[in-house]
């Protein structure tokens, strides 16, 4: 059963050169022009520049769909894999709109590191905030690209400051632009001293940019930059040598320090050098810890253990061609071989993985072996829920992933319904994915969504309508909590604003309209408690 010397060898060779990692910034800071840009420098795509086409981005549950849609390629995915120099990248798809976090949660629970970028403009913005707070929480290494350098922005030596006081990280800055806004010349390397000079090339950096390198040192230097910009460098530099954080990667992949790096996605100023660093310092798949039946915590070796993983993510109708709901798996040990079988944990029974696809930015590939930090598409065929294990060694169970508190209610039903067994597979398929919650009234009568936001009200309309030909009304209701009920149901005595429902699995639910009524039906009801829905 444990693979031999010779198969851990190409384990840990390959899981060597996997890259696994999450993009999190606020919306619009350049997350999708910068994944856009290392499929550039990876020789993925030719040419760049789809990014300022699209404007109505609104109700994309995924950037990558927009970027499918406008370059007609083929990456509508979770995750993407493809090479890099000697690297292989797997970036997991992390949806920008703030009422997608809690998928974000969820797929940065199967992420070895982040990218965080920050807009030189804005600085650390709220959804930035939330998102390293999670991967602080999770000790997920956070590597950080300040953005926008081309435009007006605020002092590179501030930004550091507000994300050192803000996300309470060391910042230690690898580079330091030279000049900013239409005097962004480049980046110098802190350590080597080189530097590097960019100049624009093609329209919004379609292609990559022309590049000379010259030394710190180097005479010629001075006159090619203003000298109000050289003033600047040579000030920040001496700072930084007396003030700044010292780097190290033991820091860094302990989540105390994050390396920064200053550049322009659009541009590509700054952004093969970035690059360069995070395949150099970001981890590759590491140990992750899980329960045994028993009740021990185990770490389990991604070399030693034979094949395990686990789902993080299931999304259905991703493809109109491919009209099925697909399971996305994080391979965390082992090697994966297609049609190897395997022990389901929840449903202690046993699974064949045929048909795995990879998604590489050309089409859905079959996928014939996959190794840890690699994520594999299985189509599902109904057992798989989010969060399950998989592993052909029994014994282990990974950690149950993050649940989210629902903040926003409201009543669904078909326009017509005669729809309505139609209906009811759809709302059960989008609430199995994990982005709205199904609540029944105690009849089974009315059906209720909670979500995270408002806007998975909007794309369970869209998504009822193209994938299950329903049309259905969403009536939003007034309340803005919930939580599970512990106590006889009989005895309860609601305040008269709050709304008594069930959930899926048949538990009673209480929906209040505020935090006074939730505090009003404590009071009243002292035999009762209740327990946060996440
Ligand atoms: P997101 O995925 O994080 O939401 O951001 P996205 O990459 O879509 O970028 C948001 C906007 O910022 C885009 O403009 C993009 O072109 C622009 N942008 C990204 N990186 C840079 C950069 O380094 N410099 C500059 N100047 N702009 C950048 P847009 O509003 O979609 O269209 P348009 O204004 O470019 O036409």
Redesign the pocket.
């Known amino acids: 059963m444990k693979p031999t010397p010779q198969v851990k060898h190409e384990i840990r060779t390959e899981a060597g050169k996997r890259r696994t990692f999450a993009?999190i910034?606020?919306?619009?800071?350049?997350?999708?022009?910068?994944?856009?840009k290392l499929l550039l420098y990876s020789g993925m795509i030719r040419t760049a520049g789809m990014?300022?086409?699209?404007?109505n981005?609104k109700l994309a549950t995924s950037?990558w769909m927009e970027m499918e849609q406008e370059r007609g390629i083929s990456i509508t995915a979770s995750a993407m894999q493809f090479p890099y120099k000697q690297a292989v990248i797997n970036v997991l798809d992390t949806p920008?709109h703030q009422d997608f976090c809690e998928d974000t949660y969820r797929t940065l629970t199967a992420a070895d590191s982040a990218i965080m970028?920050i807009?030189a403009a804005k600085g650390v913005e709220t959804q930035t905030r939330k998102l390293f707070e999670v991967c602080r929480l999770r000790r997920i290494p956070v590597l950080t690209f300040i953005?926008?350098?081309?435009?007006p922005g605020r002092a590179p030596l501030d930004l550091m400051a507000e994300v050192e006081d803000v996300l309470g990280v060391h910042a230690s800055p690898i580079n330091w632009p030279i000049g900013s806004g239409r005097d962004f010349f480049g980046v110098v390397n802190r350590e080597t001293r080189q530097v590097l000079l960019y100049t624009r090339t093609a329209a919004?950096?379609a292609a990559k940019p022309e590049l000379t390198e010259l030394a710190l040192d180097d005479p010629s230097l001075k006159s090619r930059v203003p000298d109000y910009a050289w003033e600047e460098l040579t000030h920040d530099l001496e700072l930084l040598e007396f003030a700044g954080n010292p780097f190290s990667r033991e820091a860094f992949q302990n989540g105390k320090v994050t390396p920064v790096f200053f550049?322009?996605?659009?541009?590509n100023?700054g952004v093969e050098t970035f690059f360069d660093a995070f395949v150099e310092l970001a981890p590759s798949a590491h140990g992750r810890l899980a329960d045994t039946p028993d009740g021990r915590e185990l770490m389990i070796d991604p070399v030693d253990t034979p094949f395990s993983a686990y789902v993080f993510k299931l999304q259905a109708n991703m493809n109109p061609r491919h009209r099925d709901s697909t399971a996305f798996l994080r391979v965390c040990s082992g090697r994966f071989e297609r049609d190897v079988v395997v022990r389901h944990h929840r449903t202690k029974t046993e699974v064949r993985l045929s048909r795995p696809h990879s998604m590489v930015a050309k089409e859905r590939n079959t996928l014939d072996v996959a190794y840890p930090g690699d994520v594999i598409g299985i189509i599902n065929p109904g057992v798989f829920q989010i969060g399950d294990t998989i592993s052909v060694a029994d014994g282990f169970n990974y950690k149950p992933l993050p649940q989210f508190q629902p903040e926003v209610f409201a009543r669904v039903r078909p326009t017509v319904t005669t729809m309505r067994k139609s209906f009811d597979k759809g709302i059960e398929q989008l609430a199995r994915e994990g982005t709205i919650q199904i609540l029944r009234s105690p009849d089974g009568l009315e059906f209720f969504v909670a979500a995270v936001g408002r806007l998975q009200f909007d794309v369970l309309k869209f998504r009822m309508q193209s994938e299950y030909r329903v049309k259905v009304v969403v009536d939003m209701l007034p309340y803005e909590s919930s939580a599970w009920l512990v106590g006889d149901v009989e005895m309860f005595k609601p305040p008269s604003d709050a709304l008594v429902v069930k959930d899926s699995q048949d538990r009673t639910v209480v929906l209040f309209r505020s935090a006074w009524s939730k505090n009003f039906a404590r009071e009243r009801n002292p035999q009762h408690d209740f327990k946060d829905m996440a």
């Open positions: 993009i910034s606020h919306p619009d800071a350049g997350k999708t022009t910068l994944t856009e990014v300022g086409a699209r404007k981005r950037d920008g970028v807009d953005n926008k350098m081309d435009l919004r950096g550049g322009s996605a659009l541009t100023f």
